[in-house]
């Protein structure tokens, strides 16, 4: 587990699970947190998930996650949701998924799953509220993590600028290649003719009749926090790629179906305080 001490804030939690030390057969010792991606076993993926809990130091209980279909959906998690995608079914309203958690009640754990996708989780310490963000190349494209930076704004009263952001580890720009129309997707959100888009891309590469480019989707992340006002100071770029440290991350792009699944979490502790013009009001 990596435990991020980024925050420097006694008040939240924030961690990112590798591949080793739980119960999954395949590959040995693995710490799979994906129940679709190990359908035959569910208690080994409960067991995994006790493991990850003990590890980050949060209530295997609290651990609360939401199907996701890679859009930009944001769902403000509540206590009554507490627990649900682990230990408790989803919801009847998550049925159409939900890529963005947010939440400002104490005592719950954000988490997302992750295979390659990029994991973003977001802290303000003023309003004491957090959100946990998976971002594929569709939802990189919708810029999902912008749009939990906008719903915090709209739920909490969060001043962007206050954020803090971490971006996990996720495939990286050289093991990221992409076909023409998924480029033109980030050409379309992010504009192509710009600086930042030239250095976040580059190719053609490879066979001439079939052409790809490699994409910084961790690039694109933060760019979209940037672009929705969280400061580049408060932005940590986790720099290390699923794709190429075999030992440590499960990855889609290599493994394909044999591929398990990491997970981001996120967790406001039980007596955290909210800052209101110096005072502390006890959630």
């Known amino acids: 587990m990596i435990v991020y001490d980024f925050f420097h804030d006694d008040r939240v939690t924030a961690g990112f699970?590798?591949?080793?030390?739980?119960?999954?057969?395949?590959?040995?010792n693995a710490l799979n947190l994906s129940f679709t991606r190990e359908p035959e076993s569910r208690d080994n993926v409960l067991e995994n998930h006790?493991?990850?809990a003990a590890q980050l130091g949060v209530p295997f209980g609290s651990i609360t996650r939401m199907p996701q279909l890679h859009g930009d959906n944001i769902l403000r998690v509540t206590r009554e949701l507490r627990g649900c995608g682990v230990t408790r079914p989803f919801p009847p309203e998550a049925a159409g998924g939900f890529d963005g958690l947010i939440t400002d009640e104490a005592g719950i754990t954000l988490s997302t799953t992750h295979a390659d996708c990029t994991p973003a989780l977001l802290w303000d310490p003023v309003k004491c509220a957090i959100a946990a963000v998976h971002s594929g190349w569709k939802g990189t494209c919708l810029k999902i993590a912008a749009r939990a930076v906008e719903r915090m704004t709209a739920e909490f009263g969060s001043d962007p600028a206050d954020i803090k952001a971490i971006i996990g580890p996720a495939i990286s720009k050289t093991c990221f290649e992409v076909r023409a129309d998924v480029l033109n997707e980030f050409q379309k959100a992010f504009g192509g003719a710009g600086e930042a888009f030239a250095f976040l891309t580059d190719g053609p590469c490879g066979d001439p009749g079939d052409p790809k480019w490699h994409v910084d989707m961790r690039g694109f992340v933060k760019l979209a926090l940037r672009d929705a006002g969280v400061t580049e100071t408060h932005i940590l770029d986790d720099a290390r790629c699923t794709y190429t440290l075999e030992d440590r991350f499960f990855s889609h792009r290599r493994d394909g179906a044999r591929s398990g699944a990491m997970a981001s979490f996120i967790y406001i502790?039980?007596?955290?305080?909210?800052v209101d013009n110096g005072r502390g009001t006890a959630l």
């Open 17 to 28: 699970s590798e591949r080793s030390g739980g119960v999954s057969p395949k590959p040995e």
């Open 269 to 274: 502790k039980p007596g955290a305080a909210a």
């Open 50 to 52: 006790r493991i990850a």
